[in-house]
């Protein structure tokens, strides 16, 4: 059992104005009147410039996707400098991961000001990496982060995926109940090599695709060339969202070789395949591991963007989530952290780590 939430940004000044159809008096038909305003419950005290230290910071894990978004959370409740960091390019694998870089604040007080940050943000940023403290940020996965959240070795989660069944039947087994609350907005999307000329599929084609149903890239106005689809394992949160979100219960085929069991597999499939089709999650590919030789299809004739997810228009829009255990004391670290992630705060917070705030 678990409780989904979605919490919601509070809209104030013009866009509510706009949203609520309110109009000042005399304006328009004089027998118009203005509606009353609707306000968000005030946000709770304790949650207005939420901070902690080391010590009171929560046991937190997250999906690999997440990973970033978890970073620059816990820098900024903890007042650390957070800047992007490349990592150099991995050997046979045209691709450079970009992950945010947690900054040690004894040695970072008054080096970088903006000027310097504009002219070269990466400079000199391996040394002062606070190793000390990301080791204290698990990254178990999607699956793993629940099975640490469920066996109490995490106090709080951030995944690309609500509860699989597997784990479900994991908390069901410990008589745990989850809370899950939808903290960001991401998108599930497909890549394909550079060299492919095929670029649009509807989703059912996708979904043909990946039931067996369609083999070859001619059908599709593409090349005579078999396609390979891609897969991924069971219970990571890109399979579990490929088979919920965009099979609708359906299983993928399964070809031989061709299941990758990490998120870096797809890539390194493609990278050198130009008949071959995967999936991973929008921000994946877009923040964290760019990569010049994979593209990514467009779906129903939209390409996945930042501004197709926010308003919706790209059909595979999903949610990230939040997640704690239900029994959590609620004025425990954990669950400020949790409740903060939905003020406006928050959510400014989310959206600085290129993530798609809530609508």
């Given at each position: 059992m678990f409780t989904r939430q979605i919490t919601r940004v509070a809209l104030t000044g013009l866009?509510?104005?706009?949203?609520?159809?309110?109009?000042?008096?005399?304006?328009?038909d004089d027998k118009q009147q203005a509606k009353p305003q609707q306000t968000e419950p005030p946000v709770d005290p304790r949650l207005v410039g939420l901070r902690f230290t080391d010590d009171e910071l929560p046991r937190l894990d997250s999906s690999?996707?997440?990973r970033p978004l978890i970073i620059w959370i816990a820098s900024h409740l903890t007042g650390r400098e957070c800047l992007w960091s490349p990592i150099p390019k991995m050997m046979f694998v045209r691709r450079s991961q970009?992950?945010?870089?947690?900054?040690r604040p004894d040695v970072t007080a008054?080096?970088?000001?903006?000027?310097?940050?504009?002219?070269?943000?990466?400079?000199?940023?391996?040394?002062?990496?606070?190793?000390?403290?990301?080791?204290?940020?698990?990254?178990?996965?999607?699956h793993g982060s629940y099975v640490q959240l469920i066996e109490d070795k995490a106090d709080l989660i951030i995944v690309a995926r609500e509860p699989s069944k597997d784990e479900l039947t994991l908390a069901k087994e410990k008589n745990v109940e989850l809370d899950v609350r939808a903290v960001a907005l991401d998108a599930f999307v497909f890549l394909r090599n550079v060299e492919n000329t095929v670029t649009d599929l509807t989703a059912e084609q996708i979904?043909?695709?990946?039931?067996?149903?369609?083999?070859?890239?001619?059908d599709l106005d593409g090349p005579d060339q078999d396609i390979k689809a891609f897969t991924r394992n069971r219970n990571s949160g890109s399979q579990e969202t490929m088979v919920s979100l965009v099979m609708k219960g359906e299983a993928t085929i399964e070809g031989r070789n061709m299941m990758s069991a990490s998120m870096a597999g797809p890539y390194n499939s493609l990278g050198s395949n130009a008949t071959g089709i995967g999936y991973t999650f929008y921000y994946y590919n877009a923040f964290i591991s760019p990569n010049e030789a994979i593209k990514t299809f467009a779906v129903n004739g939209v390409a996945p963007t930042s501004k197709t997810i926010a308003?919706?228009?790209?059909?595979?829009?999903t949610e990230v989530y939040v997640?704690?255990?239900?029994?959590?004391?609620?004025?425990?670290?954990?669950?400020?952290?949790?409740d903060w992630l939905g003020t406006p705060e928050g959510q400014a917070v989310v959206a600085e780590s290129s993530y798609v705030p809530l609508p």
């Open positions: 866009a509510l104005a706009v949203l609520l159809g309110v109009f000042a008096p005399g304006c328009g690999t996707s997440a970009i992950f945010p870089v947690a900054l008054g080096m970088y000001d903006e000027a310097s940050r504009s002219e070269s943000p990466f400079k000199g940023m391996a040394n002062l990496t606070d190793t000390d403290f990301l080791g204290t940020l698990s990254l178990h996965g999607t979904r043909d695709i990946f039931r067996g149903n369609i083999t070859n890239w001619k308003d919706g228009r790209y059909p595979f829009v997640v704690t255990r239900k029994a959590l004391d609620p004025d425990s670290n954990a669950a400020l952290l949790r």
